[in-house]
């Protein structure tokens, strides 16, 4: 089993920037794979970045050249760089860690961009 702990989200301004972190615990030897979903009121979930353990990353399109997802392997924490932001960037936002076996969530943190 793997535990998340979600920081960061917050009210920011458009143009705005702003960093999400999340820590993970517990049994994370066979993590391979951490990122970032959002999910906007009446929206579907969806993935902004991913980061695998191996080292590459995927961004969706939308944030590609605004957003930078990295980790520190040290500490197991993954953080979502945010810069630029804009409302359509509002969302309670997820982390996600998946291994070998399954995958587990955060709670969640709200992003709030005003405009």
């Known amino acids: 089993q793997v535990q998340l702990m979600e920081t960061g989200g917050g009210l920011v301004q458009t143009g705005g920037s702003l960093r999400l972190s999340c820590a993970a615990s517990g049994n994370i030897g066979s993590v391979n794979a951490m990122g970032w979903y959002r999910q906007a009121p009446g929206k579907q979930r969806e993935l902004v970045a991913r980061?695998?353990?191996?080292?590459?990353?995927y961004y969706a399109d939308s944030v590609k050249d605004r957003f930078t997802i990295f980790k520190d392997n040290a500490d197991y924490t993954v953080y979502l760089g945010m810069n630029n932001l804009k409302s359509e960037d509002t969302a309670v936002y997820y982390c996600?860690?998946?291994?070998?076996?399954?995958?587990?969530w955060g709670q969640g943190t709200q992003v709030t961009v005003s405009s």
């Open positions: 996600n860690v998946r291994d070998r076996y399954s995958e587990y």
């Open positions: 980061i695998f353990i191996t080292g590459p990353t």
